[in-house]
């Protein structure tokens, strides 16, 4: 079940920040993973948050982030991509001009 939370802070350069609720004494730590939101995954300073979390160690943190979400909306589900199971995928593709004639 999800609860009310306020972003403390967000670091958008490193994909984390901090949200403040009456059950995370001391905040819970967010990581952009955890953000249930469609297209880029950002939050905003003093943003209302719906707030689900778990205890355990985060970067100095008792309290981690399994997911956030704009309050009073719903949480968007991620789109699985195609991949052989690693963290990143990437391709490229090279096409080169056929010699000139001689």
């Given at each position: 079940?999800?609860?009310?939370?306020v972003?403390?802070?967000?670091?958008?350069?490193?994909?984390?920040?901090?949200?403040?609720?009456?059950?995370?004494?001391?905040?819970?730590?967010?990581?952009?993973?955890?953000?249930?939101?469609?297209?880029?995954?950002?939050?905003?300073?003093?943003?209302?948050?719906?707030?689900?979390?778990?205890?355990?160690?985060?970067?100095?943190?008792?309290?981690?982030?399994?997911?956030?979400?704009?309050?009073g909306?719903?949480?968007?589900?991620?789109?699985?991509?195609?991949?052989?199971?690693?963290?990143?995928?990437s391709?490229?593709?090279?096409?080169?001009?056929?010699?000139p004639?001689?």
């Open positions: 079940m999800a609860v009310k939370a972003v403390r802070e967000w670091h958008d350069d490193e994909g984390w920040g901090v949200v403040d609720a009456l059950e995370v004494p001391g905040g819970c730590w967010v990581g952009f993973a955890a953000v249930a939101v469609a297209g880029y995954r950002v939050l905003r300073r003093e943003q209302e948050v719906a707030l689900e979390w778990q205890q355990g160690w985060q970067d100095g943190y008792s309290y981690r982030a399994l997911r956030v979400w704009p309050w909306g719903e949480p968007v589900q991620a789109e699985p991509t195609a991949s052989d199971g690693g963290a990143y995928s391709s490229l593709t090279l096409t080169f001009d056929p010699d004639p001689a």
